[in-house]
């Protein structure tokens, strides 16, 4: 099985940032994209943000120009930066991982816990 662990949400002001990490841990054979998405009360869950393991990137609109998504494929973990925080960042972040646990198998997501993020105007 495998383990995808977030830190680093909390409350923050409007213009401020924050850092997310998720590291993952486990049974893993190989990861491919790593990921952010979020999901605020009574909305569908959304992508932030999604990084290959080659590192090409893809941002949801609303968090371009303001997000940056990394990784560090040595250590399996996916980190996601976000300055120029807005109000309407508010929303509960979860880290998603698609692993391979061994050779021959299919891949799989694998979801975090969830972090708060609260942006306060």
């Known amino acids: 099985q495998v383990q995808a662990v977030e830190s680093g949400g909390g409350l923050v002001q409007a213009g401020g940032s924050l850092r997310l990490s998720c590291a993952a841990s486990?049974?893993?054979?190989?990861?491919?994209?790593m990921g952010w998405y979020r999901q605020a009360p009574g909305k569908q869950r959304e992508l932030v943000a999604r990084i290959s393991s080659g590192g090409s990137t893809n941002y949801g609109e609303s968090v371009k120009g303001r997000f940056t998504i990394s990784r560090d494929n040595a250590k399996d973990t996916v980190d996601l930066q976000m300055n120029s925080l807005k109000p309407e960042d508010t929303a509960v972040y979860y880290c998603?991982?698609?692993?391979?646990?061994?050779?021959?198998?299919?891949?799989?997501?694998?979801w975090g816990q969830g972090t708060q993020v609260t942006v306060s105007s």
């Open positions: 998603n991982i698609q692993a391979q646990e061994a050779w021959g198998t299919r891949f799989k997501d694998y």
């Open positions: 486990g049974s893993i054979f190989t990861i491919n994209d």
